[in-house]
């Protein structure tokens, strides 16, 4: 699944566009390489996320096209950081 794609489904970020424009800017990294919207993503993958605030790194659980809010979490385990709002 694309990086951005996985970050909406799994509402790690609320939007697509969103993700896509986070990713271009450079501030994705996954398993510690900068990442583009468009780089496959894996269970056991590490995504790190760096914003103003702070970072979050987050654990691939999990590859799924269509969730329920409620099941967006056990696509992910937060490692270290909190979500972003």
Known sequence: MRLDKFLKV???????TVAKEVCDTGKV???GKVAKPGTD???????????????VKAKVNEILEHVTKSDAEKMYTIITGKEIE
Do not use: W
């Open 41 to 55: 993503v894996k269970v056991g993958d590490i995504i790190e996320i760096q914003y103003a605030s702070g970072a």
């Open 29 to 31: 990294l996954v398993n």
């Open 10 to 16: 799994s509402r790690i970020i609320k939007r697509r």
